[in-house]
């Protein structure tokens, strides 16, 4: 998706949750700083078919159904997906899953795609300088070293991604457009935003379907 497509959509996002313009952009310049790196590092998979994980359920049968091609994970699929499968071959994040587990992946060779947004500045100070060989994305206005290709949440981001590099099948796993991954610390407030946010994803996925020529059915297995 181009930005020219991407900014309306981003546009009505950001209204329907609140969320402060001005600070995603900030936030991208900040990250910009620590990570200087282009995006050649993920032609390797152009053209192969992509699975994404998210953290729905049903994550104990995936394994069974990967096979050619490679594996994008939302972040905050990533501590599970380590324990039953090892680690992928890319992580798209916004620093908020299980930093730990996204740096032991890291250290392991899987490529990093640090997202910055209005909330997350303090995140990016505290941890993007680890992934200074990964790669800087931005829901706002992309520039040099810092990429948008469209998508808001990780799971969504991922599989915009996966189109980017030109995937023939982009299969989805573990994505759960109806029911809340509670986090502890979620409030009423959070779980209102999070099931706006999850109707957006689904959304978004919709259209990217339908610009690769395919309808998206639910299912625990969801190919676009």
């Given at each position: 998706?181009?930005?020219?497509?991407?900014?309306?959509?981003?546009?009505?996002?950001?209204?329907?949750?609140?969320?402060?313009?001005?600070?995603?952009?900030?936030?991208?310049?900040?990250?910009?700083?620590?990570?200087?790196?282009?995006?050649?590092?993920?032609?390797?998979?152009?053209?192969?078919?992509?699975?994404?994980?998210?953290?729905?359920?049903?994550?104990?049968?995936?394994?069974?159904?990967?096979?050619?091609?490679?594996?994008?994970?939302?972040?905050?699929?990533?501590?599970?997906?380590?324990?039953?499968?090892?680690?992928?071959?890319?992580?798209?994040?916004?620093?908020?899953?299980?930093?730990?587990?996204?740096?032991?992946?890291?250290?392991?060779?899987?490529?990093v795609l640090v997202h910055a947004h209005g909330d997350n500045i303090e995140a990016i100070k505290k941890y993007?300088?680890?992934?200074?060989?990964?790669?800087?994305?931005?829901?706002?206005?992309?520039?040099?070293?810092?990429?948008?290709?469209?998508?808001?949440?990780?799971?969504?981001?991922?599989?915009?991604?996966?189109?980017?590099?030109?995937?023939?099948?982009?299969?989805?796993?573990?994505?759960?457009?109806?029911?809340v991954t509670i986090k502890p610390y979620y409030d009423d407030t959070a779980?209102?935003?999070?099931?706006?946010?999850?109707?957006?994803?689904?959304?978004?996925?919709?259209?990217?379907?339908?610009?690769?020529?395919?309808?998206?059915?639910?299912?625990?297995?969801?190919?676009?």
């Amino acid at each position: 998706m181009n930005f020219q497509s991407w900014f309306p959509l981003y546009l009505q996002i950001t209204d329907s949750l609140g969320i402060n313009r001005n600070m995603d952009y900030r936030s991208s310049l900040i990250l910009k700083k620590f990570m200087h790196n282009e995006d050649i590092l993920l032609e390797k998979y152009r053209g192969r078919n992509a699975f994404v994980v998210g953290n729905g359920p049903n994550m104990k049968n995936i394994g069974e159904i990967i096979s050619e091609g490679y594996v994008i994970v939302a972040d905050s699929a990533i501590e599970s997906y380590i324990t039953m499968y090892g680690y992928p071959d890319i992580i798209v994040t916004d620093l908020d899953g299980n930093i730990d587990s996204i740096v032991d992946a890291y250290n392991k060779g899987s490529i990093v795609l640090v997202h910055a947004h209005g909330d997350n500045i303090e995140a990016i100070k505290k941890y993007a300088q680890i992934f200074q060989h990964g790669i800087a994305t931005t829901q706002n206005i992309p520039m040099k070293y810092l990429y948008n290709y469209g998508g808001f949440s990780d799971g969504d981001r991922s599989a915009f991604l996966a189109d980017e590099l030109g995937a023939p099948v982009i299969t989805l796993l573990g994505f759960d457009f109806k029911n809340v991954t509670i986090k502890p610390y979620y409030d009423d407030t959070a779980i209102s935003r999070k099931r706006i946010k999850l109707k957006w994803a689904e959304y978004l996925l919709t259209c990217l379907a339908a610009s690769r020529g395919r309808s998206m059915f639910h299912g625990n297995v969801i190919e676009i």
